[in-house]
């Protein structure tokens, strides 16, 4: 399997897609992280608001489309061509590049914050067409191969799009470099949604509910009523939320503990994202293309043993504060032996959730009715969104009641075990369904 998933790449049903669905995701963290810096160095000051305040509304305004439009990108995925969608999208794409180029480069947060709501909107309606296209494309062998890799591309993307737009983005106004990057990124998007190959409508008698609340309320009682898609869509949303809490923690846990700057902080960050791409990859190549749960007890346990690890690695935070005179680069945090057990078990944790995700995915697809996978992805998109708000309001309020970062991220390593029960449960049906 392992030959067969890299020979994907030497193939129209595969690399169009793939593509694509990488710059995509490449341009909006682009955009959103040169959105953060600005927040961050320039326009909070500007505007007399707290950066953390305006960074986490214009986050909130990125995943609310994903709340309120995923039941309608669900029902238009599955009613029509999906190539064709993903043209229009792609082109809607560009629109907002461009608007996007002018915001950053007048540096007006509002039109930002516009053209990142966009951007969500946009992903809305991406990500059932783009999960739902895949098994049509892909034979059975090669669809855990090719989820992986779209999830290693997109962890990869999202690592390029924080550095590319941290690097590249001036807080003078001279942003013509980075809004050029993102209007090309967006044409060559769309010149390779093009080349996808159309595989028909999936339910052309479909019935369209334009109401969202009604039709949202619709697909997750159905998703959740599926003894194989509930499962699946709650490991995945499980593993979401813990890559969020951990991606959250990490810049307080590297300032505060290791007395690591802002350029320590993205190394960190960027072993997070390459540990899940690696962890998608290995799964697929220990599982040999077979559509199986059967590795998702094992990593959830890892999940947890590993995460114990990371914190267990982690130096207790010094009885003098670091300030920004006594933090280290990352030259010196590198050259620090007692650093490298924490990156070590970062990745491992990273890994072991790239391989819980990578199958629950590819079970969602292989295990839905073609006329409804869309939907499906769709649900689960909300009940990521869901879970990935909840799980931060959560740590939030147990931060507020006087718990330590390190006491939370030893409750959510702990409830790794909760998840057990419905992983063994979804394996015993995948195993009885064949």
Do not use: H
Request: with cysteine; glycine share 10%; net charge positive.
């Amino acid at each position: 399997m392992g030959r067969t998933q890299w020979q994907l790449f030497g193939t129209r049903r595969f690399l169009p897609l793939f593509i694509t669905q990488f710059l995509g995701a490449l341009n909006d963290n682009l955009f959103r992280q040169a959105l953060v810096i600005l927040i961050t160095v320039k326009l909070a000051s500007e505007m007399g608001i707290q950066p953390s305040i305006l960074t986490n509304l214009a986050i909130g305004l990125f995943i609310l489309p994903f709340f309120l439009f995923s039941a309608l990108a669900g029902q238009l995925a599955d009613k029509y061509e999906k190539t064709n969608q993903i043209v229009w999208i792609k082109i809607w794409e560009i629109g907002l590049m461009v608007v996007g180029g002018f915001a950053i480069y007048f540096q007006n947060f509002y039109m930002m914050v516009a053209v990142l709501s966009g951007l969500g909107l946009q992903s809305t309606f991406f990500g059932p067409i783009k999960y739902g296209v895949l098994p049509d494309l892909m034979k059975t062998d090669e669809l855990l191969g090719a989820n992986a890799l779209i999830e290693a591309g997109t962890f990869v993307a999202i690592l390029l799009g924080i550095l590319v737009g941290g690097l590249v983005i001036s807080q003078d106004g001279d942003n013509f470099i980075i809004s050029g990057i993102m209007i090309a990124f967006a044409v060559i998007g769309t010149l390779t949604g093009r080349l996808v190959p159309k595989t028909g409508q999936a339910a052309p008698n479909l019935d369209i509910r334009v109401n969202i609340f009604t039709s949202t309320g619709t697909l997750l009682k159905s998703a959740w009523q599926n003894d194989i898609a509930r499962p699946a869509i709650i490991g995945i949303s499980w593993i979401w939320l813990y890559g969020s809490i951990y991606i959250a923690q990490i810049p307080e846990i590297v300032y505060a503990r290791m007395g690591g700057d802002k350029t320590v902080i993205t190394l960190v960050i960027a072993c997070f994202s390459v540990g899940i791409g690696a962890g998608a990859l290995l799964c697929s190549r220990i599982l040999k293309g077979e559509i199986s749960a059967r590795l998702a007890p094992r990593a959830l346990v890892g999940l947890g043993a590993v995460s114990l690890a990371f914190i267990w690695a982690l130096p207790e935070v010094p009885s003098v504060p670091f300030s920004a005179e006594t933090v280290v680069g990352l030259k010196a945090f590198i050259a620090a032996p007692s650093n490298w057990p924490m990156l070590i078990a970062l990745i491992g944790v990273a890994m072991m959730a790239g391989m819980v995700i990578v199958p629950l995915y590819t079970i969602l697809q292989e295990y839905t009715p073609r006329e409804a996978r869309s939907r499906a992805i769709a649900a689960n998109n909300v009940f990521n969104s869901a879970f990935m708000a909840g799980g931060t309001i959560i740590a939030a309020a147990l931060l507020a009641t006087g718990l330590t970062v390190i006491q939370i991220l030893i409750l959510y390593a702990a409830a790794n075990l909760v998840l057990l029960r419905p992983a063994a449960r979804l394996k015993a049906r995948i195993e009885n369904a064949n």
